[in-house]
């Protein structure tokens, strides 16, 4: 199944990414959604309409998880799903920058068997299939392995370094990086540019899908805050957090927060 379905996402990304690169960022027409749920472009929904109609042509009995669709529970009874986030890091996108990325991801039975994160304006394309590795642009990947934090560079919003997240009482000192796409965080640590990733915050299925596959594809580990496994395709499609890295990175982190 992964094999049957990686060369589709993979497709279907640089599809998605020549829709994207036709608008321009800081002139797209955008909007904000309801309840402070951050920005949206017409590039945005461009790009969804063509994947969703590229890929549920391709494989008409999966189910659909996207950010940019309003959800329902039909979903719930498929065996397989696609997870999309049609443009991670929108608001990079407006800005002008080149650090979004398109998000493309297949569950099965809940656990992610394929997996694609494609940054078009960096020519970057991470891919990941069960049980078959991940790349960047073809080239094998492998996560980072430090076990001493202190050593570390994680990338992470500030907010996750707030003294009450952490078992001390204050955050190791490791070295805090960033980037705004958070499956473009999780594909560096399985390139191994970074040591980590975190994110406390409860955190949307199409955002951590395709990047937790290529983690742990590449030698990682992905958990959720406490150090539980991810489950994907579930009724309300929040995680608690993802906590992503190199093994012995990975456990010190789960360790360490409170």
């Known amino acids: 199944m992964p094999a049957h379905d990686l060369p589709l996402l993979i497709d279907a990304a640089r599809v998605a990414g020549r829709v994207a690169t036709g608008f321009a ?14 920005p949206v472009t017409e590039a945005d929904l461009a790009v969804n309409d063509v994947l969703q109609t590229t890929l ?9 998880l996207s950010e940019e669709t309003e959800d329902n529970a039909q979903r ?8 999309i986030d049609p443009i991670d890091g929108t608001r990079s996108f407006v800005e002008g920058s080149n650090t979004w990325a398109h998000s493309l991801a297949v569950a099965d039975g809940g656990e992610i068997t394929a997996a694609v994160v494609f940054l078009p304006m960096r020519d970057k394309l991470y891919a990941a299939a069960k049980g078959q590795g991940a790349t960047l642009n073809g080239a094998t990947l492998r ?28 955050a190791p000192t490791f070295k805090r990086s960033y980037r705004p796409s958070l499956a473009y965080r999780l594909a560096l640590v399985g390139e191994g540019r970074f040591d980590a990733m975190l994110t406390l915050r409860r955190s949307w299925e199409w955002d951590i899908a395709a990047g937790a596959l290529i983690v742990s594809e590449a ?12 489950v994907f395709n579930n009724a309300d499609p929040r995680l608690n957090g993802v906590v992503a890295g190199g093994g012995p990175t990975q456990a010190a982190l789960i360790a360490a927060l409170a």
């Open 76 to 83: 719930l009874g498929k065996e397989s799903v696609f997870i």
């Open 25 to 38: 960022g800081k002139t797209a027409r955008r909007w904000d959604k309801p309840d402070d749920a951050g």
């Open 219 to 230: 030698g990682g580990v992905c958990s959720d805050q406490k150090g539980a496994p991810l």
């Open 56 to 64: 549920r042509l391709a494989r008409p009995d999966y189910g659909w």
């Open 143 to 170: 996560a980072a392995r430090q076990p001493d934090l202190s050593q570390t560079t994680v990338l992470a919003a500030k907010p996750a370094l707030m003294d009450h997240l952490w078992h001390s009482g204050s």
